[in-house]
C-alpha cells in the first residue's frame, strides 16, 4: 500500500482528538501554535523551525490525558503536578519526524531563571521551549472570549514583562512586544482556522508519510486514547489484532489486512471525549452517561474526516456500532449501507470486549462469548458470516488477541515506568512554574 498522507492532516486530526478531553479549552491548541509561529518569524528562525514549532504548539498538551489536567494547564499561575510534558515527551519521541517537538514539548513548562535553567542530566533546554512557555501562557490570559481582546493587550503585555527573566527568556519577551504592537496579531486570535503550517509544509522532512512512520502515527493515536485507563490500555491493538485476523480468513489482501489493523488502532478515538469516570465506571451506565458514549463514534468519524486519503480506514473503525438492522449508532446505517471492513470491525470489537477484564465485569468465557455473538447475528445486528469465521476460528483469533494483549501492555507498564522514573527525575530540580 503506497501510504501518502501530509503530516499536517495527521497532526491536525490528533490536535482535534486531544482537544475533545476537554471542549472547554478547545481552542487553547490552536492559540499556542499560531503565538508560537509569530514568535518564531518575529526571532528570524528558520522557515523549518517556524513550523516544527507550530506543529509543538498543536500538540504541546498531548501528555494531559484527562478532562482535569487540559483544564488546569490553561491557567496562567501554573503548576504542572502531574508533569503532562513529561508524558507528552514519551508518547511523542518514538515518532521520528517529530522527534525535536517532543523535546521542546518535555520542558515547555520550565522556567527561564535568568539562563540557569537546565533539562533532566544538564540537557540543553531548547530556545523552542522557551518560545512555547510564553506562548502558551500568553493564551491563558486571552481565554475570555466574550471580551475584546485589545481590552486585555496591555494588561497581557505587563504580565509577560514581570516575568521577564525570571520565568520567561528575554529575547522572547522582546520579540512578544514587537508582535503585540500589531492590532492584527491580537484580532485575529478570534478567527483562528486551522494552524497555518497546513498550507506551508512543503519541506522534505514535513511532506509525506511511508508506511513505517505512518504506522507509527497510528499507534500513537491508539496510545492516546488507551493509555487514560489502565482498563483500555490494550483495547485497540487486540482490536486491531482480531479484525486483522477475521480480515485473513474472509480473503483480504496485503494492503487492506495493513488498513483494517490501522483502522482497528483508531476505531476509538471519539473515546477522548468521554470522562474517564464513565469509561471506568465499575456498575451500569446512566441513561445520559450512556447517550454521551454513543456519540464516541460520531467524533471519531468527524475528526478523522479531514485527513486526505484516510476514507476507507475512517469508515471502517467509525462504523463499528452501525447494526445491520439499522438500530446502531451514530448514522443508523443498515444492510448494504455498512461496508464488510466495518462489519468485521464490530465483530472484533464485541469479541476482544467480551474476553476482556473491564471495571464492572471479569471477562468472558468462551461459550458467553460465542453465545453474545451468535445472539446478535440472529438479531440481525451483526454479520453472520463474519461471526461463523469467529465461531470456526475461535481459539486462533483468540490466541492472537491474547499475544496482542500482552504486547500492549507491555507497553503500557514501560510508558507508566519510564513516567515514574523521568517524574522523579524532574521533580529533583526546579522545572515547576513559581508565580508570585
Known sequence: MATKFQYSNLILSITEAIDLISPIVANHHKLV?????????????STEEQIELEIAG???DIGGLTRLERFDSTRFEYKDSNLHTEKGYLLLRSVKPLSNVAKMIRYHHQNWFNGKCVGIDNQLIPLGSH???LADRVSALISNEDENILNLVEEVIRKVKKYEGSVFHPKIVEAFIEVAKKDSFWLEMRYLEAPSFINKINNH????????????FI???SRIIDFKSRFTAAHSATVATC???IAKYLGFNKDELKMIRYAGYIHDLGKLAIPTEILEKPSSL???EFALMRSHTFHTNRVLSKVVGFDTIRIWGALHHEKLNGKGYPFGLKDKDIPLGSRIMAVADIFTATREKRSYRERMSKEKTLNVLVSMAN????DEKVVDIVINNFDEIDKAREKAYRNAILEYEKFTQEFETSKNSMLNFDSILNFD
Open 33 to 45: 501554535a499560531y503565538i508560537s509561529y509569530n514568535l518564531a518569524k518575529q526571532l528570524g528562525l
Open 58 to 60: 498543536s500538540l504541546h
Open 131 to 133: 518560545i512555547l512557555n
Open 205 to 216: 522532512h514535513f511532506d509525506s508519510v511511508n508506511d513505517k512512520n505512518f504506522e507509527e
Open 219 to 221: 499507534i500513537l493515536i
Open 243 to 245: 479484525a486483522e485476523s
Open 286 to 288: 446512566s441513561k445520559e
Open 379 to 382: 438479531a440481525y445486528e451483526i
